[in-house]
């Protein structure tokens, strides 16, 4: 019923979707304040649906279905800390919009400029948390895979990037404060994962993530076994699965929001394995399941 329902991308699927997203926003707000920035929060994760499903949608990194975005909302559900509008929101937001830029180079169209504006990207994310830095990597690999790697992209993505960073250092030093620009360099390589220990996060986590390693091992020789785009792309999912998990692992005062830089990858990841089961009433069964512990992990 949910896999035939989620199985084909239309209107009203988004409609439900956000549905569910209100019922997991609602029950966040029974351990906090209702307040003026309630409005604010859903406006602000309606861009974040818009420019992830973009993303989704534009570059096929799943087949013609709503798998990816239903679980994009299930993992806020599991992680209801992440429906939250602070750093790391707009970080996440920014590396989303960095992240177009990576996953359209496999058009051949204006590739100057979407690395130029991939480095952009990356430099407002950088200047909201450094460690994003670190996705410039994912940038260098597709560039590489999708055969553009000459000394002018090399050279473009860091002309973008110093661009942003140039002219932060301008505003410090004008306003006599260059230590504030300065600590965006310090970077503090200790792994504090004691929140991550909590009930309320371990569980998710394991749950999620056995089900994540599941389906790369399972993907994986599948997809390098054949010659396509989607090879290119699933490469550069699984990388930057690896990155986002580095990059949670490094930031250091943890509340549980910055997880949801991982939500992107997971999210196709999952999406992907649903796709494995040709029959559907096992599908049902796993969306179920989904469902019912993101809901119960709300009352943990």
Known sequence: ML????????????????????????????????????????????VLFAVFNFI??????????????????????????????NNNFYASLTVLLFLRKVYSLQSQKKTFHKLFDGGLWLGVSFLIEPYTALFAVLLYISIYLHQHLTYQTILIPIIGFGSVVFLFFTYCFWYENTALFYTLFNWNFSYDIYLYLNTNYLFPIVFIGVFVLFTIFLKTPKVLAILNTFRKNWILIVIQLIISSSVILLINDKTGSELLFLFFPTAIVLANGLEFFQKKWFADIILIVFLICSIATNFM
């Open 56 to 85: 989704i949608a534009k570059n096929k990194l799943t087949f013609d279905n709503s798998f990816a975005f239903l679980f994009f909302i299930i993992l806020l559900g599991f992680f209801p800390d992440t429906i939250n509008i």
């Open 3 to 46: 896999a035939n329902f989620f199985g084909k991308s239309k209107p009203v699927n988004f409609i439900v979707l956000f549905a569910l997203f209100l019922i997991y926003f609602s029950l966040g707000l029974f351990f906090k304040e209702l307040s003026l920035n309630t409005l604010k929060e859903l406006l602000w994760f309606i």
